[in-house]
């Protein structure tokens, strides 16, 4: 999401490796953007892997930033607000604000509850 994507469509057909398609309306320019982004993707994992940014702590495990990480008055992360804000230039000019941070999609499947009003206090 901090580099302007929404998850594409995947499939694993071979163990161990992701095969992303995209569909035939994608321009070539849109093409390499999501490239450019896999490129720097590789790039955060290597400093990860170099310990330059601790396993826990970085935008990988960050991500996405929301503009409420960003405008804190704190910042306890070893990378800048701007490589969390901007990780590639073409977020600069077209940024998407997640609202939040990273949702835990198997808590919410094995833990299904409904926290809603019900539908009468609708009316």
């Not at 996405?64 to 701007?82: F, G, L, N, V």
């Not at 590639?88 to 939040?100: H, I, L, Q, T």
Request: aromatic letters at 10%.
């Amino acid at each position: 999401m901090d580099y302007g994507f929404h998850a594409p469509t995947m499939s694993f057909p071979v163990a161990g490796t992701l095969m992303i398609e995209p569909t035939e309306s994608e321009s070539k320019q849109e093409i390499d953007r999501f490239i450019n982004a896999m490129v720097q993707i590789r790039q955060e994992i290597d400093k990860v892997a170099s310990e330059e940014w601790p396993l826990d702590n970085n935008p990988l495990r960050n991500a996405p930033h929301t503009q409420a990480d960003i405008a804190a008055a704190d910042w306890d992360r070893p990378y800048s607000r701007e490589t969390a804000i901007f990780p590639a230039e073409s977020s600069r000019d077209n940024k998407f604000w997640p609202s939040v941070n990273r949702v835990d999609n198997v808590f919410g499947d094995r833990n299904f509850v409904c926290s809603c009003p019900g539908i009468d206090a609708y009316r």
